[in-house]
């Protein structure tokens, strides 16, 4: 076994995000293994775009309150101790709450191709604040 060497938190790219997002890669897998790991920090406001991922995602929040939201359907709160798991090809995004920090682990997996994930337009102030509105539970 070894312990691993921690790398440099790097914040997220504002091509595909909005908003202060910071992450840690935790796993990334040699093959034959394809996994992903990363702890994703949000700050309040701060979401990703619309997104799909080539073998899907587990998404399992550790702090704070976010929004998960598929593509057609209502829009998700999350709190701490939630796992949400996206198959692959679906259309999503997720973030923070608009006034609240959120952290999830983020769990993934390349394709045998090497594609991880497509991404597409942003979640617009309106989508956002419509879906925070409109979030079951
Ligand atoms: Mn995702």
């Known amino acids: 076994m070894q312990v691993e060497p921690k790398q440099p938190t790097v914040k997220a790219a504002a ?18 293994s394809r996994i992903r790991v990363s702890v994703v920090r949000f700050a309040p406001g701060a979401r990703n775009s619309w ?11 550790t702090e ?5 939201q598929s593509r057609g359907g209502q829009a998700i709160e999350i709190h701490p101790g939630d796992t949400v798991r996206t198959p692959a090809g679906e259309w999503h995004w997720h973030g ?4 609240r920090f959120m952290t999830h682990l983020a ?6 191709e090497g594609m991880e994930a497509t991404w597409g337009e942003q979640v617009t102030d309106p989508e956002y604040i419509g879906a925070a509105n409109e979030a079951s539970r």
């Open 15 to 32: 091509e595909t995000f909005i908003g202060d997002a910071w992450y840690d890669v935790l796993v990334r897998g040699e093959e034959p």
């Open 51 to 61: 997104h799909s991922h080539a073998v899907g995602q587990t998404v399992h929040v």
């Open 64 to 68: 704070g309150v976010g929004l998960i």
């Open 96 to 99: 923070a709450a608009p006034d």
């Open 107 to 112: 769990m993934w997996e390349a394709s045998a």
